[in-house]
């Protein structure tokens, strides 16, 4: 079946530090990639997509590039703020139109 | 404003109580699902509807039940057979439009 794994997590930086958040997955055939955020007490919002290999997803400084090679899709950001503390998860769409996250990587930024 | 709107933003349910959860989207979406979130395993689908009046089981179905008599709205009930019912609940609603759109959640919790 389909899965999403993500980097153990916390994590923790200083303000202006590079950030990477690691997301591996499992699936048949080519699903599309998903980064969703996570504000305390919120619901989720995209933060960026790609639907086919090669392509790079951007947003807000935050981009990720779809693998097909290493099946993964890692999210970076060259210099974090500490308005970017929340809960990113990985995830994919397969049938039907259904989800599936990895379990989720918390982010705290120090300034 | 399009967008998809949950409430109760919190719920409280008593032991063996039924209670259910609102979900409306005025997005004109035929497809809407609910995922439930814990700490730290990410979001699992329970149930997802691609039209009105038909629906089906996520992969957590058990103790719950849902409806779509109208394409705008798809409750989720809560029923006295989910042992472990606290948990955070999120609506969603897929279109090629807007992708994923969610609402921002209804939290559970178990007196």
């Known amino acids: 079946g389909n899965s999403v794994t993500q980097m153990e997590g916390p994590v923790t930086l200083s303000e202006e530090a590079f950030l990477t958040i690691n997301c591996t997955y499992t699936a048949t055939g080519y699903p599309s990639l998903f980064w969703y955020v996570q504000y305390p007490g919120e619901g989720l919002q995209l933060l960026l997509k790609a639907t086919k290999a090669d392509d790079k997803g951007s947003n807000k400084g935050f981009e990720a590039t779809y693998r097909k090679e290493t099946t993964s899709f890692h999210l970076e950001k060259g210099s974090v703020q500490v308005s970017d503390s929340a809960v990113y998860f990985c995830a994919l769409i397969y049938s039907y139109g259904k989800l599936t996250f990895g379990q989720g990587t918390i982010l705290t930024v120090h300034p | 404003d399009g967008g998809i709107t949950q409430s109760p933003k919190y719920l409280f349910r008593k032991e063996g109580q039924n209670v259910t959860l609102s979900c409306e989207q005025n997005l004109n979406h035929d497809a809407m699902y609910w995922y439930r979130q814990d700490p730290g395993q990410g979001l699992r689908l329970i149930y997802y509807?691609?039209?009105?009046?038909?629906?089906q089981k996520g992969d957590i179905a058990e103790g719950y039940s849902v409806s779509r008599e109208k394409k705008e709205s798809f409750p989720l009930t809560v029923t006295s057979a989910q042992k472990n019912p606290t948990a955070f609940y999120l609506c969603a609603s897929y279109g090629t439009d807007y992708g994923y759109t969610f609402g921002s959640g209804t939290r559970l919790t178990v007196v």
């Open positions: 509807s691609q039209i009105v009046n038909d629906f």
